[in-house]
């Protein structure tokens, strides 16, 4: 929490120091709104601070962001979100300057939202056993937004790109598409977040573009992506299988049968690609395992150290 303590104003570093340990520990998201009380996530629940933020606040954030140079972020302007280090994200709100029907930049910046990045190491050991069978399986995550799809994500690339010597399971080379700075949450093209030593990322790259792209480039053996969901993203998925390229993604939805009514994603469903459904919710805590299935939809049962069907 050391780097988003660097940037925040005073003021509002004042206000979320003296919050009670157990609340900074299980906090997901500090919002920073113009004229509006400062408010929290955390452990899924909102909170809101006895503080009003001021324009003051505003312009001292932004220049902690910028380096007090927003030139230095014109692209991350564009997008919309800046990472910092530690690989936590900054998304921002406020006039957007649009050229040729495309957004150029974002200016007069009245909202943060403060993403706290916390990586937990082994959350997906548990699917191992269901995912690998010689080989890595190919395999879809599905849930809602704040599911804790992404942290699973990340533990299943490390444990690729790591290898497990305990289950006979050697390192892979792992390529990453890292559209919005989630995964890796790169800095300067560095990964923040513990990935393994086998791991090439392409950072703020298009989905799509990125896939192949890592396909031409780094031969990966093992391909990870976040949030398909375009028809171009579909076109890529296509063709990575084809490569004979593992896919570990993740999608936006409930449940397997909740994404088989989209139809950018039934195309791939239609195809038979994916061996594993991973169905995750909140639970009790993000990136809790609801339900694995196979390539069938048949339900599979979660062992301690063997996969049960």
Not at 80 to 106: D, F
Not at 179 to 208: H, M, N, T, W
Request: charged share 25%.
């Amino acid at each position: 929490m050391d780097s988003v303590f660097s940037i925040l104003p005073r003021n509002i570093g004042d206000q979320l120091r003296v919050l009670p340990e157990a609340v900074q520990d299980c906090m997901e998201e500090i919002r920073v709104r113009i004229a509006r009380p400062l408010e929290i996530m955390a452990g899924g629940e909102p909170h809101f601070l006895p503080y009003v933020v001021t324009y003051e606040d505003s312009d001292q954030l932004l220049n902690a962001l910028s380096q007090f140079s927003l030139y230095t972020i014109e692209e991350e302007l564009r997008r919309g979100y800046v990472t910092i280090e530690g690989g936590h994200r900054v998304g921002l709100a406020g006039k957007v300057v649009l050229e040729n029907s495309s957004v150029k930049a974002i200016r007069d910046i009245s909202s943060f939202n403060i993403r706290i990045a916390r990586q937990k190491i082994g959350a997906a050991e548990r699917l191992v056993p269901l995912l690998f069978d010689g080989s890595w399986k190919h395999t879809l995550l599905i849930g809602a937004p704040q599911t804790g799809k992404t942290t699973l994500l990340r533990d299943i690339a490390r444990i690729v790109s790591s290898g497990m010597d305990s289950k006979g399971i050697g390192s892979r080379k792992v390529g990453i598409v890292d559209e919005r700075s989630e995964i890796a949450g790169c800095v300067r093209g560095i990964p923040q977040l513990e990935l393994g030593p086998r791991v090439d990322i392409l950072d703020s790259c298009p989905k799509a573009e990125g896939m192949m792209m890592l396909i031409r480039s780094m031969s990966p053996d093992v391909l990870v992506v976040d949030e398909i969901g375009r028809k171009e993203d579909t076109e890529a998925v296509l063709e990575a299988a084809n490569a004979g390229i593992k896919l570990i993604i993740t999608t936006h939805g409930n449940s397997l049968e909740e994404i088989r009514k989209r139809p950018i994603i039934q195309r791939i469903l239609d195809e038979h690609i994916f061996e594993r459904f991973v169905e995750v919710t909140r639970g009790a805590a993000p990136g809790t395992i609801s339900t694995v299935r196979d390539a069938s939809g048949k339900e599979l049962r979660l062992g301690t150290g063997a996969a049960y069907v």
